[in-house]
């Protein structure tokens, strides 16, 4: 069965986003990397996250994935999907992320942690 990047469950599409807000900010991949193991901050439960870690520091983005949801199945199916879709694909989940919506709260917040972010040639496209 072929995965669709417009048809995959939304944590996992946020998940993607915010591995993909990471590299368009010039983090290099061995300093991404996506957790099924992360306390949420806000409810205390373990959920998936992507994070971040560079710098000598941590940002963690995570993403409640309903129990019925397979992660390791869902993750690795999404990031598939990912890795082979279009263009247009990409574009469509990347602009409908949180992150994006949010992309100003969530350069502020990496800020207040401490990061410091060079490349910001690719942050709107």
């Known amino acids: 069965m072929t995965v669709n990047l417009r048809t ?3 944590a ?16 290099p991949p061995e300093e991404i990397f996506v957790t099924p193991t992360a306390t ?3 409810t205390g439960k373990i959920v998936p996250a ?5 710098q000598g520091l941590q940002f963690v983005v995570t993403a409640p994935v309903p129990y019925h ?3 390791e199945k ?3 199916d999404a990031i598939g999907a990912w ?24 350069l502020l917040s990496l800020y207040a942690k401490g990061f410091k972010i060079t490349a910001r040639n690719e942050w709107a496209n």
């Open 8 to 10: 995959i469950h939304p």
């Open 12 to 27: 996992l599409a946020e998940l993607i986003a915010a591995c993909e807000a990471f590299r368009r900010l010039g983090f």
């Open 40 to 42: 949420c901050p806000a």
């Open 50 to 54: 992507a994070v971040l870690r560079a």
């Open 69 to 71: 949801l397979d992660f």
């Open 74 to 76: 869902g993750w690795t």
């Open 83 to 106: 890795n082979t879709a279009s263009n247009a694909d990409c574009d469509f989940l990347w602009f409908r992320s949180s992150i994006f919506k949010n992309k100003v709260a969530f």
